[in-house]
């Protein structure tokens, strides 16, 4: 089969290009990435009016053809045809921003002299004509010589009217298109201006929701307050939004398990899908209502143009530990998950506050270190009032975020004075006007993120805890033998080597044999343990009826479960951090520096909190 | 008068760059952002609390957040508009 005609849509940032990307394509698009680089590829079929499919990719959003990331290098390789992986586009849709018309058209235009079939998408033109703008494509046709069509990614004229300019395009002889001698940057920049002074059929200067929103959200006081607010907002909601909905999925896990006990004979096989994937992937899939709830929130911030003022209103205070305000945005990222935040720093200009950012990502508290804590808060600490209306528990769980947070920030300071010495790259923006998002875009968002998630968890977690139950099965203890099985089995013989280690910071054999297949993905370190101590009860019918919390409170001291606390802040492992580090470093040294860095600090952390609490005689 | 000691919400023309005070790649950020000689600026906003954060300001049509080492390289005059202006 001949490859289908593939279009790109090409423009600055902040043209609506995703948005109308989602609208053109809907729920069937296809992510991946562009081979050597960790630039995600979006794509996805649209059918033109004649039923003939067509493949749409969204290119990375830039402002010219000379490149300041390894983001806006993609697009460059792309619509040059030099990209590895990705055909030259047989067409482009060049998406600008209809009130941002001067600084649009310079890349418009840099971007027509390339020769490509080639249709504009005027974009956003009702956000324009908010603010009292009024334009005439036809002019603009005419100036620019290739077809422009207004659109709004939420109404589907203008969606019509782009599919039938691409159909004419693509059907279409070859047309002579502007080329001649490639303009520089000044002259493409008056030109632009010429044209969009003769596009402009009237400007009324209007009230601006965006300059009267920004008042108060960059305010220095008001604003930083607006912000801790909605962070404080955020974090309420990933507990208190989550609580019918992980009920429901325990439900599910709970029927599971007894329909399979019920159906089938005690023996291998039963105990491999009660303990090893009920309990093992169920207890991960628990914590999707969480990570959805926070990834709603990130999206909305992005989405909306918020996430820009947040970095505005932190750059003062990142600048203190020599980090840019850019890297706020990844690094809150990274509250969801490292590998997106890692991804987000390519938005970063500076190699060197890059890779900083990148070295402290990991410190951020991800949602999968979600489960340990509340796991080990849950059955621990005492779910007292502190007085208030501030719960015990909650302060906790606070509180380990603060110190992911501080620990970041000081070894940001640490690195900047180091291994990433330099001049500080600065901050430079474009702030976006507000708008609110499109649901569907938010919902296709969120779609994304717990297919990923759900492919995570029925793959690696599914496997780790798989290979975690025969290693802890296996060799089963002949009858009559007094050794428990766990400690008879092969995991628990390594896990006593690994205990020699891991003893003077309080860590018993059960976590030193969590964190084993943990290294595959934090959250596997609660699914272990409940694997643990699933094969460890046997038939024995009380120890079954249990909670994971309950038998850890039993089993545990205090001070070990502290320390296993303070180990998590810094927790290194995470392999699909370390591969995204990898990629994005281009090399392994960076990501072994990192895993290297966190051990120390977590086996530090850990040994410090035991000593303390042991000391204090809790 | 550089553009960081122009009063906010006060509009007015970018008369010089200093582009010796920009990084390469800065300086060309900013000249995509539209920053050019006889464009008119305006300061929003100044982060922080001691007014050492970074500043916003509207170049031509677009809002801008840059840091004050930045802003200092752009030399701002207030007052009529000139044919250059125009024709920038």
């Known amino acids: 089969m001949s490859a289908l005609p593939l279009v790109a849509l090409v423009g600055n940032p902040n043209a609506g290009k995703s948005a109308l990307f989602n609208a053109l394509t809907g729920a069937r698009q296809k992510l991946g990435n562009y081979p050597g680089v960790t630039v995600e590829r979006k794509a996805g079929r649209l059918a033109l009016s004649d039923g003939r499919p067509i493949e749409l990719v969204d290119l990375p959003g830039t402002y010219s053809l000379s490149p300041g990331s390894p983001d806006e290098q993609v697009t460059r390789d792309v619509v040059m045809g030099r990209q590895a992986g990705e055909r030259r586009p047989d067409a482009l849709v060049i998406v600008v921003d209809a009130a941002n018309l001067d600084n649009h058209l310079r890349f418009a235009l840099e971007l027509i002299a390339l020769g490509l079939p080639t249709v504009v998408a005027l974009n956003m033109v009702d956000l324009a004509t908010r603010d009292g703008l009024e334009l005439d494509a036809a002019v603009l046709s005419r100036e620019l010589g290739v077809p422009v069509v207004s659109t709004v990614a939420v109404r589907k004229r203008g969606l019509d009217h782009l599919r039938e300019a691409l159909e004419s395009l693509l059907n279409g002889a070859p047309r002579a298109y502007p080329s001649g001698e490639p303009r520089d940057f000044d002259a493409n920049r008056a030109e632009a201006r010429r044209i969009a002074r003769a596009a402009i059929v009237r400007e009324t200067p209007s009230r601006r929701l965006t300059a009267a929103v920004d008042r108060v959200a960059l305010h220095p006081v008001a604003g930083l307050v607006l912000l801790l607010a909605l962070l404080f907002v955020m974090f309420q909601a990933v507990y208190a939004w989550s609580e019918a909905p992980i009920a429901f999925i325990e439900g599910l896990a709970e029927a599971a398990a007894t329909a399979v006990r019920d159906t089938l004979p005690d023996g291998i096989l039963r105990s491999f899908l009660i303990d090893g994937v ?113 719960g015990l528990q909650g302060l906790v769980l606070f509180c380990l975020y603060v110190a992911g947070i501080v620990g970041a920030m000081l070894v940001a300071l640490v690195l900047r004075m180091t291994v990433t010495k330099g001049a500080s790259g600065g901050f430079l923006m474009e702030m976006p006007k507000y708008q609110w998002p499109r649901p569907q875009d938010i919902a296709l968002g969120l779609w994304q993120r717990a297919v990923i998630f759900l492919k995570r968890a029925g793959t690696i977690i599914f496997a780790s805890t798989v290979i975690l139950w025969l290693l802890l099965s296996f060799p089963r203890v002949p009858d009559g033998d007094p050794t428990s099985q766990v400690d008879h089995s092969i995991a628990g013989r390594i896990a006593s080597g690994l205990q020699v280690v891991l003893e003077p910071v309080g860590f018993n054999r059960d976590i030193s044999l969590a964190l084993i297949p943990a290294m595959a993905a934090r959250e596997v370190a609660v699914s272990a343990l409940a694997t643990v101590y699933s094969i460890d009860a046997g038939d024995d019918e009380a120890a079954l009826e249990q909670s994971l919390g309950d038998r850890l409170k039993s089993q545990w001291p205090l001070p070990t479960a502290l320390a296993f606390l303070a180990w998590f802040i810094f927790a290194p492992q995470c392999i699909s951090t370390i591969a995204v580090t990898r990629r994005e470093t281009n090399g392994w040294r960076w990501p072994l520096f990192m895993v290297g860095y966190l051990f120390v600090l977590a086996y530090a952390a850990a040994g410090i909190t035991y000593w303390t609490a042991t000391a204090a005689g809790l | 008068m550089r553009l960081t000691d122009l009063p906010l919400r006060q509009p007015a023309y970018v008369d010089l760059i200093d582009w010796t005070l920009l990084s390469a790649s800065e300086g060309q950020r900013l000249r995509e952002f539209g920053l050019c000689e006889g464009a008119s600026v305006e300061a929003l906003h100044r982060g922080g609390l001691w007014g050492k954060g970074p500043v916003a300001c509207r170049i031509g049509r677009m809002t801008i957040a840059m840091r004050r080492a930045h802003a200092a390289a752009v030399i701002v005059r207030t007052g009529p508009v000139t044919e250059a202006d125009e024709q920038a």
């Open chain 1, 278 to 390: 009920i309990n093992g992937v169920g207890s991960v899939v628990v914590f999707l209502p969480q990570i959805l709830i926070l990834f709603f929130f990130i999206l909305m911030l992005e989405a909306t143009g918020y996430m820009v003022r947040a970095a505005f209103l932190m750059d003062g205070l990142m600048a203190r530990v020599g980090l840019s305000g850019r890297a706020f945005i990844p690094l809150l990222s990274s509250f969801a998950c490292a590998v997106p935040g890692i991804m987000a720093t390519r938005t970063i200009a500076d190699p060197k506050d890059r890779l900083t950012t990148i070295l402290i990502a990991p410190l951020m508290t991800c949602s999968a270190r979600l489960p340990v804590y509340a796991v080990i808060i849950g059955a621990f600490i005492p779910a007292r009032d502190v007085g208030y209306g501030v």
